[in-house]
């Protein structure tokens, strides 16, 4: 009897470390203050500064760029919240949009992934449309609803193909250059995605894909090899609201000092890493109202982070801690 007595407190005590060491590695603490909310702005409606579910934001210089989705519009404020100016409207023509989402600026333009239209539109940073990319369908160069977009500075852009299952990387012109994924398969090994939402390039051209629905984050190299992975165990589709892990990605961005955010829609935060994944930081509103709280982030120059506030129809400003 005292010799199982023994044995069952040595296996207690072994799952216990494994329990301890399981957390440890897929539920790290924080590595930072906690960022404190300073400031939201909008409200649900049609008028300047108001919004129909936010989905995209985007900095250039003092300038915020939102994509104003269900009002098929962009609208620009400064980074303290002041409305200065919009453009857009519903269609499928020129400086038209059919659900605007993520955006992104580079080379002094603003990129729009415009979802419905099956294109990337391209503007001046003063709201001057220039140039669409992409058509509907899905051959190389071809899109079914874009999500999101990344360019280089030598002007390839790079593309989540929501429902054509993956990011296509694109030279200027539109012409196809290669992709990552299997165009319309779905799947979480073998090289496939499952709905990516969204793409980002680090200024050592390492490329984010928020891998929308397998709960993840896949960093590829300017190689093409996929150099790191991470969201929950093993880094598969697995839903979890603990630090770590992802419960659908749907916005990604790199900020000013090389980190990593990534809007985790359902867990209604955003989560901080480094360039390799480690987890720095999480926040975010919690409520008992709407959910989806951020869909979309950008971190300013000068450590601010800015989310879409996708289910308050809002706009939140952060600033890290001391």
């Known amino acids: 009897m005292k010799l199982l ?13 494994l329990l301890v060491t399981v957390y440890a ?3 790290p603490s924080p590595q930072e203050s906690a960022y404190t909310l300073v400031k939201t ?10 919004f129909n579910e936010p989905t995209g934001i985007a900095i250039a210089g003092n300038e915020l760029f939102v994509s104003d989705a269900r ?6 404020f400064d980074l303290d919240g002041n409305f200065k100016h919009l453009f857009g409207e519903k269609g499928d023509g020129p400086g ?3 659900r605007p989402m993520n955006l992104t600026v580079a080379n002094g333009e603003l990129y729009v992934a415009d979802y419905f239209n099956d294109r990337i539109q391209v503007y001046g940073i003063d709201g001057t449309f220039k140039r669409n990319i992409g058509k509907s369908g899905s051959e190389g160069g071809e899109f079914s609803a874009p999500g999101g977009v990344a360019v280089a500075p030598n002007g390839d852009v790079y593309v989540a193909d929501f429902y054509n299952q993956r990011v296509q990387q694109l030279h200027a012109d539109g012409s196809f250059v290669r992709q990552w994924g299997k165009t319309r398969q779905v799947g979480v090994l073998d090289g496939k995605l499952n709905y990516p939402t969204d793409v980002a390039l680090a200024k050592d051209g390492m490329l984010y894909i928020a891998d929308g629905y397998n709960d993840r984050v896949l960093a590829i190299g300017p190689d093409g090899e996929l150099k790191h992975k991470w969201g929950g165990p093993f880094a598969m589709n697995i839903f979890g609201p603990f630090n770590g892990w992802f419960a659908t990605v749907t916005g990604i961005s790199v900020g000013p000092s090389g980190n990593v955010f990534v809007a985790d829609f359902y867990n209604d935060r955003v989560q901080k890493f480094t360039r390799d994944g480690r987890f720095l930081n999480a926040f975010g509103i919690k409520s008992t109202g709407p959910t989806h709280t951020a869909i979309s982030v950008v971190e300013a120059d000068d450590g601010s982070v800015f989310v879409a506030d996708y289910a308050n129809h809002q706009i939140q400003k952060w600033r890290p801690g001391q």
């Open 5 to 17: 007595k023994r044995i069952l407190l040595t296996l207690v005590t072994i799952i216990g470390l």
């Open 25 to 27: 590695v897929w539920m």
């Open 96 to 98: 038209q949009f059919s």
């Open 71 to 76: 009002n098929t519009r962009v609208q620009v």
């Open 41 to 50: 702005w909008g409200s649900k409606g049609n008028a300047p500064g108001q």
